[in-house]
Each structure stands twice: as structure tokens, then as C-alpha cells.
């Protein structure tokens, strides 16, 4: 069964796109990084739509859905997703996967609503210290690319809000699988090996973690290496 809908949320419309028929499996919920429609995900969802049901959706602003005049920050993003989801009843347990800024997204919800998640994947995840500590080690080129890419969604004050507001977040014992791109020419050495040292601290946020490093992908894993990303998936979906 594949659907896909805009759904009134009350303060927009957001477009969604659901795969089910798997009546034993929990549902997985793609949360996208900075600015990207839920087209992103089409590397692997065909692959995840025969063992798993498959949630994917366009966030206020994006893609297929909406634009309304409330704030682009991870607090807001959370109530909207999970309205959306109420409202196409799909329902918990989900297995939340985020990738990037959704990563931040994803923290927040299991966090908040850790009875309706059975299990969390960050992909090359945002890290709450990236702009005050990782983003100096920039050369100044990458510096100015990453600081005027906040034209898409969120604001540059609104992704540092999101920063701060999934600061104290902690997912207790719900499983937990960080993947981190080995690749990433944009960093200096520096900036590299501080963005291992933040994707090591993310498997802090669980008693039940494990870290990947994906060597030969970059920032997309889900599109340079879709195979290790559907087998994090099964995994957990096993767990």
C-alpha cells in the first residue's frame, strides 16, 4: 500500500508519502537534513518498503508542503511532524532516522516522546557544539558556504536555536545507531577530527549505541553508501 497526501496541520499543509503493508514491522520515519525534500530518501526506500513500513514527508517550507509564518526551529518542526502523523494515522512505534539537521529533529522527538519510539539512527548528525566550535576550523571559503546556506528553511538564529533546544536531550535506553561519513573533503583535519570526537559523543545519549564510520561516504551516507544504512536499519529493526 503506497499513499501519499497534503495534510492540514493546522498552520499549513504538509506532504507526506507513506509505504505500509508490513503489518509486523514498525513504521520508519526519515527526518531529512537542511533544506532537502523527502525525494532524498529514494536510494534506499524501495529497498526498506520490502521488510519495513516507510514514512517520509516535506517539512514546512519544503518540497511539496507549505510555507506558514511560524518558526523553522526543532521544537516546532517536532509538533508539526508529529501532528502529521496523528493526522495520517500512522501510528507509534517508530524507528526515527535523521539525517544531517534532521538528526537534531529526530533527538528531540525520542526525547520528548520516548513512549512512541522504539529506536533512533543518526546519519551524519548534526552536533549541538558545530557552530561555536567546529565551524571556526573551517577554511574561511567552507566557512562562508556553511553560514549562507541558512536560506532554505530555518534561519541561521533558528538552526542555532534548535541547537540549544536539543542541548539536554537524552534517549535513556532506546537503541541508538550513529553513522558517520569517513569522506568529507570539505573539513580541514582539524574540523574532521573534531566532528568524530561530536559523532562519538552521540552515542552517549543512549545506554544501547553503536558507532559506524561509513569510510568511503561523505555527509549523504544514505546516498553514497545505501547498503550500510539499510543494514543499520534491519538492524535495529531486529533489536
Known amino acids: 500500500m503506497s499513499v501519499d497526501h497534503l495534510v492540514d496541520i493546522g498552520i499549513t499543509e504538509l506532504y507526506y508519502e507513506y509505504i505500509g503493508g ?45 510555507c506558514s509564518n511560524r518558526p523553522k526551529h526543532s521544537l516546532q518542526i517536532v509538533e ?60 574561511k571559503e567552507v566557512q562562508q558556504r556553511y553560514l549562507g546556506q541558512f536560506t532554505v528553511e530555518a534561519s541561521l ?26 569522506t568529507q573533503p570539505h573539513h580541514t583535519q582539524e574540523s574532521m577530527d573534531l566532528w568524530m570526537e561530536f559523532q562519538k559523543e552521540l552515542t552517549e545519549l543512549s545506554t544501547r549505541s553503536k558507532h559506524i564510520v561509513v569510510e568511503k561516504a561523505g555527509h549523504a551516507i544514505h546516498m553514497d553508501s545505501p547498503d550500510d544504512v539499510i543494514d543499520a536499519i534491519r538492524e535495529m529493526i531486529a533489536t
Open 157 to 182: 538564529k533558528e538552526f542555532e536555536e534548535s541547537l540549544e533546544q536539543v542541548r539536554e536531550t537524552n534517549l535513556g535506553n532506546i537503541p541508538l545507531i550513529v553513522l558517520t561519513g569517513g
Open 22 to 66: 508490513c503489518n509486523n514491522s514498525p513504521t520508519i520515519v526519515f527526518e531529512s537534513g537542511y533544506g532537502w525534500s523527502l525525494d532524498n530518501w529514494q536510494p534506499i526506500i524501495e529497498k526498506i518498503s520490502d521488510f519495513a513500513n516507510v514514512f517520509m514527508y516535506d517539512r514546512d517550507g519544503i518540497g511539496k508542503s507549505g
Open 80 to 139: 508539526n511532524q508529529r501532528t502529521l502523523l496523528k493526522k495520517a494515522n500512522i501510528k507509534p512505534p517508530y524507528i526515527l532516522v535523521g539525517h544531517s539537521f534532521g538528526g537534531v529533529n529526530v533527538r528531540l522527538f525520542a526525547s520528548n516522546y520516548p513512549e512512541e519510539v522504539i529506536g533512533v539512527i543518526l546519519l551524519d548528525s548534526v552536533h549541538e557544539d558545530q557552530n561555536k566550535k567546529m565551524v571556526p576550523l573551517f577554511t
